[in-house]
């Protein structure tokens, strides 16, 4: 494939999904900012709320990073029948654990909220919160399952349609639910969270009722999605489970890293919801690039193409790093206006403008491991190096390090972020690094896959 050629691929793909991302992300940006207006105590709940909901996406995306691993290599090999059965179940697993989210938070939400905080204000807000917007959860999860069939097959205008129609719907009814606007009741917080599951529900209805008037994959034969043979099965599961319990784990560790801001006070934990909500703008683009090279080197390696697929490996990793230096500078140029946007605290903002300074320093270090796990080891059919690494790592070394900064030693909320971030992303560089060279990551999972070059074993 020429570089032009190459460029207008990788674009194609990475582009909407970017885009899509930044609304995604919008949304979460305007709920902090419209939340923000009411005090610190509201903002904090509702991030403590969006916890549980941000595990349960995260979860979700386990399962669909596990699912276009096959979906992609399947669609470069030209088999519809994989494509449709991967996508069979995928869905009726995201169902499921949308249910069992769901009914968590319905039945014991002010256990949920009461991980995070012991301040009685904060968890009767975000349980209150969270007994609403869990009803979104079962949309949440056929937009995602339907949303990785449409990247994975490189249909991705419908997906960023969806996420236009749900920004907009969430933006209009944020206004009119959470301010009383045009005689709509003011409920605040509980507001945002209707407001919410009105969008998501929006975005399910888009991407099936485009999906399906396209006759893109999504029109799949139910007899198709259910032709599971036992030996697809264990290859399933093999390849899918390991990325599955990656972005658990992950998650997992990352709501006990806000346990302990949480548990280091109220205002701890407002100031890294500010900057949790500029990461997630910011982090758009770096989802855009692990899009587009999965989903290349997937249908790469689904055709035999095994030096293209590495190639696009250098190429995204080369990007991301560009990316990092760039936005990271931005971020620091824009670091005033973007806080002031957030009506916080004096003292809440200030360790805001800290935390962030961290983070665009840091950002390169943290969006390596991002694209090498994402974009390049998964679609080559190795989910199980990220898992062993990042549970490591989490677990074993910056857990333990960030609750002993931020509630045995009683650091300051910059200085325990600094040790959060240090403490990981710089042993899954170089590890990370060494097995991308080790070519060792390349394993295709479908019928037509042809044998590892020996330079690569």
């Given at each position: ?16 999904v ?30 403590m ?59 014991v939400?002010?256990?949920i ?41 490189q249909r991705?205008?419908?997906?960023f ?7 907009a ?25 209707i ?14 009722g ?23 099965a ?25 346990a ?7 205002g ?26 999965a ?54 903002r ?79 560089c170089?590890?990370?690094g ?24």
């Open positions: 494939m020429r570089a032009s050629a190459f460029t207008r691929t990788m674009l194609s793909i990475a582009v909407p970017t885009l899509q991302n930044l609304l995604f992300s919008s949304f979460t940006l305007i709920d902090t900012l419209m939340i923000g207006t009411l005090g610190d105590a509201p903002l904090a709940a509702v991030g709320a969006g916890k549980w909901t941000w595990f349960f996406t995260i979860v979700l995306f386990g399962f669909g990073s596990g699912a276009s691993v096959f979906m992609a290599q399947y669609f470069g090999a030209g088999d519809v029948k994989g494509v449709h059965r991967t996508y069979g179940l995928l869905s009726g697993g995201s169902l499921f654990v949308s249910l069992a989210f769901m009914l968590a938070a319905l039945l939400p002010e256990r909220i009461g991980l995070f905080s012991a301040d009685p204000e904060a968890i009767a807000l975000g349980a209150a919160y969270l007994r609403v917007i869990a009803l979104s959860y079962p949309f949440q999860a056929l937009a995602r399952a339907g949303g990785t069939l449409l990247q994975s097959t991705v205008t419908i997906p349609v969806g996420a236009i129609a749900s920004v719907v969430n933006i209009v009814l944020n206004a009119l639910l959470i301010f009383g606007l045009c005689g709509f009741p003011a409920l605040g917080a509980v507001g945002a969270a407001a919410s599951c009105a969008a998501a529900a929006v975005n399910a209805l888009v991407i099936y485009a999906g399906m008037a396209k006759r893109t994959m999504l029109r799949a034969p139910l007899s198709d999605m259910l032709r599971i043979t036992p030996a697809f264990r290859e399933y599961v093999r390849v899918s489970t390991p990325a599955l319990l990656n972005e658990t784990i992950w998650a997992m560790g990352n709501l006990l890293y806000s302990v801001f949480g548990h280091m006070s109220t701890a934990y407002a100031a890294i919801t500010v900057v949790k909500s500029i990461e997630d703008l910011t982090s758009v683009a770096f989802m855009g690039l692990c899009s587009s090279c989903v290349m080197i997937g249908s790469f390696i689904g055709r035999g193409e095994i030096q293209k697929g590495k190639d696009c490996a250098r190429y995204h990793l080369l990007l991301t790093v560009g990316f990092s230096v760039l936005i990271g500078g931005g971020v620091l140029l824009m670091k005033r206006p973007l806080l002031g946007l957030f009506g916080v605290s004096d003292a809440v200030q360790d805001a403008a800290a935390v962030l300074t961290i983070y665009a320093l840091e950002m390169t270090l943290r969006n390596i491991p991002l694209i090498l796990v994402v974009g390049i080891f998964r679609a080559g059919g190795d989910t199980r190096c990220g898992l062993i690494v990042d549970s490591i790592s989490l677990y074993l070394i910056g857990l333990p390090l960030t609750a002993a900064a931020g509630l045995l030693l009683q650091l300051s909320v910059p200085a325990t972020y600094l040790t959060m971030y240090l403490s990981e992303d710089v042993l899954k170089v590890v990370y060494l097995h991308l060279r080790s070519g060792k990551w390349i394993r295709p999972v479908t019928g037509a896959a042809v044998p590892i070059p020996k330079e690569t074993e």
